[in-house]
């Protein structure tokens, strides 16, 4: 741009507005800083011709630079030119501009959508009167910036988990992540794992510094250890003992986030909607948070681990275990030991007692899903926390009336003894690459509850016919061998089938005589008065018993303990985005100016 082409503007500061005329691409706009937004329009000296009001939101704003030092540049081949090399050998690039531009210009780096609800950088360049403009338009940015609603991280420690996936998280995070939290002004400690847990030791016992959060570059897995690290740390801080079942937990004051770079990144899909590092960063850098439930799971009276996603007995557990006899085959290891427990059509006799949620704005048979301010969760937030563990805790009674309750219909404890096979319990929806809606679609991420999935024995084509659903995305619940219950807790442990078989004649005697109570041992359902239905599957082994899947880590104790406690961990997530929503911001993306004739976009389609 021209030095003649500047045309000084007139400035007004009103109730912490700022108003100035500037150039975005040659041509003047009127350009206005509110506490909310920075919006700008052409100026025209006709009034009558039609003028398009251009919007960014500030809580959208990354931040503003004075001239170009430390743009980001997203395609290396913008420039030959190569700085010195960072870690590991990759590339961080400069671009160097003239002093005159650099002393007359700004750029604002904000995000945008595309219509695959993938979140990329655009930036646009405002160029002023004179430098001290300059200085001011930045300086009165990043101070609004400030103002937002939303904690953005200033200091961030950075777990990357080398050979989780297909092995590219560092260069994941290196060629995509990096250069965005240096722009973010984030400063980050970066920690390469080496064995299995070590992050989880490594929150444990790290020395407390001043940070503002976690990231874990890498997939589930990864960040199930984090949180488990930083819930046991945060427990023994204060005096709890993380093997008593009952006890009401304390929530970490640190946010955890993920950047996807693993098998199937059930977590970052969930509370992003997308599986996308640069998605996963963005919302980091931009601070936003949700609560996320957790599930404690004991055997025992000893803690096994919390959970965050997942955790699945029979087919889900058997395919984990033998899964590691294949690890040199990679990620399609899962295939292969699944379709081997296919054919086997193994089913395991047990029995699962749970105390169902009374919550009445929410079932697993929703149509709607939990989406950016879901109403469920936010009727739920911290300062309900402990009102909710103590529910639960009261809903258990002492530890020797546990098992009475389960009989006893006071305490709102029910139980399904019988065979299945698979018992699934799902923390949030489980979307994936794998499972497009996830193993209970309309699962919620902080609502107190965890949806139990129990598949029941059938012939191999009907769970087939279930598996093909659940891959294909259809209602996989929706078969007479299938039970869905939303539960605050459950407790799972396994039976002989000749165990299986006096309960239930245990249970034929208690009701005889009784009109219109029955029990059916496979359905677990009460029904009309017939009598109790006792079947039993003398082909299965006496001995059988299968693993647990818990967040893709092996639990070789059956009998289990699971509660669930709500919104425990705080996550840097913004949530799922609808397609109206996502089709809105990208509509006001446009609006606003972010085409190339308008503006400079610098970002990745």
């Not at 609004?144 to 050979?163: D, G």
Request: charged share 25%; proline share 4%.
């Amino acid at each position: 741009m021209a030095e003649a082409e500047v045309t000084k503007c007139e400035e007004k500061r009103c109730s912490g507005s700022i108003e100035e005329r500037l150039q975005i691409n040659g041509k003047i706009h009127e350009v206005t800083l509110t506490e909310e937004s920075l919006s700008w329009k052409l100026f025209q000296n006709n009034p009558s011709q039609r003028i398009v009001n251009h919007h960014l939101k500030l809580s959208e704003v990354i931040t503003a630079e004075f001239g170009t030092k430390g743009h980001v540049i997203d395609k290396q081949e913008e420039s030959n030119e190569k700085g010195p090399e960072g870690p590991e050998g990759y590339q961080r690039i400069q671009k160097t501009n003239s002093l005159k531009e650099e002393s007359t210009s700004f750029t604002v780096f904000a995000v945008k959508r595309s219509r695959r609800r993938k979140w990329r950088v655009q930036k646009i360049k405002f160029h002023c009167p004179d430098v001290q403009s300059c200085k001011q338009w930045v300086a009165s940015i990043k101070q609004t910036i400030a103002k937002q609603e939303t904690q953005r991280p200033k200091r961030l420690i950075v777990f990357i988990n080398p050979v989780g996936g297909k092995g590219q998280a560092k260069e994941i995070y290196y060629n995509k992540v990096a250069q965005l939290f240096e722009l973010a002004g984030i400063q980050t400690e970066i920690t390469v794992t080496e064995t299995s847990g070590y992050a989880k030791d490594y929150v444990i016992g790290w020395q407390v510094e001043k940070v503002d959060g976690i990231v874990c570059v890498g997939g589930d897995g990864t960040f199930a250890e984090v949180v488990n690290g930083l819930l046991i740390r945060t427990q023994k801080s204060e005096a709890i003992d993380v093997n008593d079942v009952h006890a009401t937990l304390i929530p970490p004051n640190l946010r955890v986030g993920v950047i996807p770079a693993g098998s199937t990144d059930v977590i970052a899909y969930n509370t992003t909607g997308v599986n996308d590092p640069v998605t996963s960063a963005l919302q980091i850098i931009l601070g936003y948070s949700l609560g996320l439930d957790v599930c404690s799971v004991h055997n025992n009276n000893e803690l096994v681990r919390y959970t965050v996603s997942f955790l699945g007995y029979g087919f889900f557990g058997d395919m984990l275990k033998d899964s590691e006899n294949y690890r040199w085959i990679g990620p399609h290891r899962y295939e292969v030991a699944g379709a081997k427990k296919y054919l086997r059509n193994q089913s395991y006799c047990g029995e699962v007692s749970f105390l169902p949620s009374t919550d009445e704005d929410h079932n697993p048979w929703d149509k709607a899903t939990c989406r950016v301010g879901c109403g469920v969760c936010l009727r739920r937030q911290d300062s309900q926390l402990s009102l909710q563990g103590q529910q639960v805790q009261n809903s258990y009674g002492s530890p020797s009336t546990q098992m009475q309750s389960i009989t006893d219909p006071s305490t709102g404890w029910k139980t399904v003894r019988g065979e299945f096979i698979c018992v699934n319990a799902a923390l949030v929806a489980g979307m994936c690459g794998k499972t497009p809606h996830g193993v209970s679609p309309t699962a919620h991420l902080g609502n107190g509850c965890v949806d139990l999935v129990l598949v029941k024995k059938c012939s191999r084509i009907n769970y087939l016919r279930h598996m093909l659903r659940l891959a294909s995305g259809a209602n996989h619940l929706d078969f007479n061998f299938v039970e869905v219950h939303r539960v605050k807790a459950f407790k799972f442990r396994p039976l002989r089938p000749e165990d299986l078989q006096k309960k239930h004649e245990h249970e034929a005697s208690y009701h005889k005589g009784q009109e219109n109570v029955t029990f059916d041992p496979v359905q677990g359902q009460k029904g009309s008065s017939l009598k109790p239905v006792v079947r039993v599957n003398r082909q299965t082994s006496m001995t059988s018993i299968s693993s647990w899947n818990i967040d893709g880590e092996i639990g070789d104790a059956p009998d289990v303990d699971v509660r669930v406690h709500c919104q425990l961990v705080k996550v840097f997530a913004r949530g799922r985005e609808s397609a109206a929503e996502n089709e809105d911001r990208i509509k006001g993306c446009c609006s606003f100016g972010t085409t190339q004739e308008d503006i400079e976009v610098g970002s990745e389609a």
